[in-house]
C-alpha cells in the first residue's frame, strides 16, 4: 500500500488463544449450516418498491473521480463519503450529486471499493479489494491505518473461501452494524460471502455464504455469474440491502443469516425497477427513505436517488 498507512499485523485482543478457539468453532459451525433455513431473528419484511427520483452525473476526470465504488451517509446527515477505485482520495459530496474538493480526505491508499462511517462518527472504515485489507481513516487527526484480513484472529478457518487474496473476487463492500456495533464485510463471489468483524477489526465473528438456496438469485443471471458489489446496514429497519452489479437487482437480507428476506421491485408493473448499468455503491439517506446508487461508468458515471415507497 501506498502513504503512511500504519498496518495492524500484529493487533490482537489480550485473550487472542480464547478467542481464537472460540471463533474457529463458531465460524465452523455457521459454514457447515450454510443452505439450512431458518427464521429471521426479527419480523419478515416485505418486499420494497423503489422509484427513481433523479440520476444526476458525477462523475469529475480531472480529480480522478471515473469509477465510484462505494457511498455512505456523512454524520452531518446531508452529506455522503465517496471513493472510486481508481483514487487516493476519499471525496464528500453532496446530497444531489455535487463534489467539495476542499473537503476531500487524501489518504494515500488506491483500489478502495465500498465504504461505511461508524457509529460514533469519528472514523470511516474502506475495504481495499486488491490485498483484501479494511482501511481504516480517523476524522479526527486523519491517520490511515491498515488491518489486513489475513492477519485477524479466526480467518484461518475461512481461508479456503478466499484461495489467493489478491484477486478481483476479494473485498467489495463494508457496512457498520449500528444494532451489534460489529463491522459487516462482503466478499465479491466464489463464493459470495458475509463476515462479521469486532469493532476494532481484529477478530472475524462470524461468516455466511450468501447462497442461492438461502434467497440470494436475481431474475435472468445465473448463479455462478451473481455477485455483490456493495452493502448497507439500514439502522431503521435493521436489514442489510445488498446491490448487485452483475444481477442489477437489489436484495434485502438478515444481517445475522443472510437469508434473504425480502426484494426491492419497481413501482407497478407498468414501472419496474431498471438499475442503470455498473451499480457499485448503495447508502440510504438519514431518514431511511430514500436510497442512493453511484455507478462505475468511467465519465458517465452517475448517481441514482430511488424513493422507498
Not at 494515500?108 to 472514523?123: F, H, K, S
Not at 456495533?181 to 458475509?194: G, I, Q, S, T
Not at 463476515?195 to 438461502?214: C, K, M, N
Request: proline content about 4%; aromatic content about 4%.
Amino acid at each position: 500500500m501506498r502513504g503512511a498507512m500504519q498496518d495492524h499485523r500484529s493487533a490482537r485482543p489480550d485473550n487472542a488463544q480464547a478467542q481464537n478457539a472460540f471463533v474457529a468453532c463458531g465460524i465452523c459451525v455457521i459454514l457447515a449450516l450454510v443452505g439450512l433455513r431458518s427464521e429471521p431473528s426479527f419480523a419478515q419484511v416485505t418486499e420494497f418498491a423503489l422509484g427513481e427520483v433523479d440520476t444526476v452525473r458525477i462523475a469529475e476526470p480531472s480529480r480522478k473521480f471515473t469509477e465510484p465504488s462505494g457511498i455512505t451517509l456523512a454524520s452531518d446527515g446531508s452529506h455522503y463519503w465517496v471513493v472510486s477505485d481508481n483514487s487516493a482520495t476519499v471525496f464528500l459530496m453532496t446530497g444531489k450529486g455535487k463534489l467539495k474538493p476542499s473537503e476531500a480526505l487524501s489518504v494515500g491508499v488506491d483500489d478502495l471499493e465500498g465504504i461505511t462511517l461508524d457509529e460514533d462518527g469519528n472514523r470511516l472504515l474502506a475495504v481495499q479489494e486488491g490485498t483484501s485489507t479494511v482501511v481504516q481513516i480517523s476524522l479526527e487527526d486523519g491517520s490511515v491505518s491498515g488491518f489486513p484480513i489475513a492477519d485477524m484472529a479466526g480467518f484461518p478457518e475461512v481461508a479456503e473461501t478466499f484461495g489467493s487474496l489478491r484477486t478481483n473476487n476479494g473485498l467489495e463492500g463494508i457496512a457498520f452494524d449500528t444494532s451489534r456495533r460489529e463491522v459487516l464485510l462482503v466478499k465479491e463471489a466464489n463464493p459470495r460471502l458475509l463476515l462479521r468483524l469486532s469493532s476494532d477489526l481484529t477478530t472475524i465473528l462470524g461468516a455466511v455464504v450468501l447462497s442461492e438456496e438461502d434467497g440470494f438469485a436475481c431474475d435472468g443471471t445465473d448463479d455462478s455469474a451473481l455477485d455483490v458489489s456493495d452493502i448497507h446496514y439500514d439502522r431503521h429497519r435493521r436489514v442489510l440491502w445488498v446491490l448487485s452489479d452483475t444481477g442489477a437487482c437489489i436484495l434485502i437480507a438478515d444481517p445475522d443469516t443472510g437469508l434473504v428476506i425480502g426484494r426491492a421491485r419497481g413501482l407497478s408493473p407498468e414501472k419496474p425497477l431498471r438499475l442503470p448499468k455498473n451499480p457499485e455503491g448503495i447508502s440510504l439517506d438519514a431518514e431511511g427513505t430514500r436510497l442512493r446508487i453511484v455507478t462505475d461508468d468511467g465519465k458517465d458515471s452517475r448517481m441514482v436517488i430511488l424513493s422507498i415507497e
